[in-house]
């Protein structure tokens, strides 16, 4: 698969829905659960969900950490599930970023060390540009702070740089402005997009409520 190493143009997901709600008795409302849903490269998406009805799971079947689900996902013509090992590992350096909903932090590590790691890896932002993210984030002064002595708040600042610290078709963040106000939620909102939009990206944003108030392509409920 020559291409699929370098990019990714569409994301097809074909009658998926979650092992467990397949065999329930009452089954979900859902604009993606069961149905034909394509996300394109480019694009800006938001996938609104109440609590419980699978918004993280989506987000880990697509990144190929879950496989507990029915139904095919395609990168382009593929099914993930076709993917070995080393190209999962590729696509998660070249094609994917996920911002996860409970962060995936190094607590014993310092807001730097933790995106140093991924940068290291990637080689693809320049300390400059990080820099620059620290300061417009207002977290510049909590660099060499451990992350495990941060608020919530603060670490998702972090993971945010830390997953725009390598190329991506495809950017999945899973509750990213949970824990900030307004201006930052505005903020992030504004850095997301401009790397998305630097890149020729996709973004898919997932929330139970809060969420970027941003010039969304399509809005889908989970």
Same mark, same amino acid.
Request: a positive charge.
């Given at each position: 698969m020559p291409d699929i190493l370098n990019h990714i143009d569409r994301i097809s997901l074909n009658a998926v829905i979650p092992q467990v709600f397949a065999n329930a008795d009452i089954q979900p409302q859902s604009d993606v659960w069961q149905h034909d849903?394509?996300? @394109?490269?480019?694009?800006?998406?938001?996938? @609104? %969900?109440?609590?419980?009805t699978g918004k993280s799971s989506l987000c880990s079947y697509i990144y190929g950490y879950r496989s507990d689900y029915e139904?095919?996902?395609?990168?382009?013509?593929?099914?993930? $599930?076709?993917?070995?090992?080393? @190209? /999962?590992?590729?696509?998660?350096? !070249?094609c994917l970023s996920l911002l996860w909903q409970e962060l995936r932090l190094f607590s014993e590590l310092t807001a730097w060390e933790n995106i140093a790691i991924k940068n290291q890896l990637t080689h693809y932002q320049s300390e400059k540009?990080?820099? !620059? /993210?620290? @300061? +417009?984030?207002?977290? %510049?002064?909590? $660099?060499?702070?451990?992350?495990?002595?941060?608020?919530?708040? !603060? !670490?998702?600042?972090? %993971?945010?740089?830390? +997953?725009?610290?390598?190329?991506?078709?495809?950017?999945?963040?899973?509750e990213p402005i949970s824990h900030l106000d307004d201006t930052n939620s505005a903020i992030v909102g504004q850095i997301l997009t401009d790397e %998305?939009?630097?890149?020729? +990206? +996709?973004?898919?944003?997932?929330?139970i409520g809060k969420h970027m108030q941003l010039n969304y392509d399509k809005t889908l409920r989970l």
């Open positions: 849903v394509n996300f @394109e490269r480019g694009r800006l998406y938001l996938v @609104e %969900a109440n609590s419980g139904g095919t996902i395609s990168f382009d013509s593929t099914d993930i $599930k076709t993917l070995g090992v080393a @190209e /999962w590992t590729t696509m998660r350096l !070249q540009q990080i820099n !620059q /993210w620290f @300061e +417009a984030l207002g977290i %510049a002064d909590r $660099k060499h702070t451990l992350v495990g002595r941060m608020s919530f708040g !603060q !670490q998702q600042r972090v %993971a945010l740089i830390r +997953a725009l610290c390598q190329p991506f078709s495809f950017i999945f963040v899973d %998305a939009r630097r890149q020729g +990206a +996709a973004v898919v944003v997932t929330s």
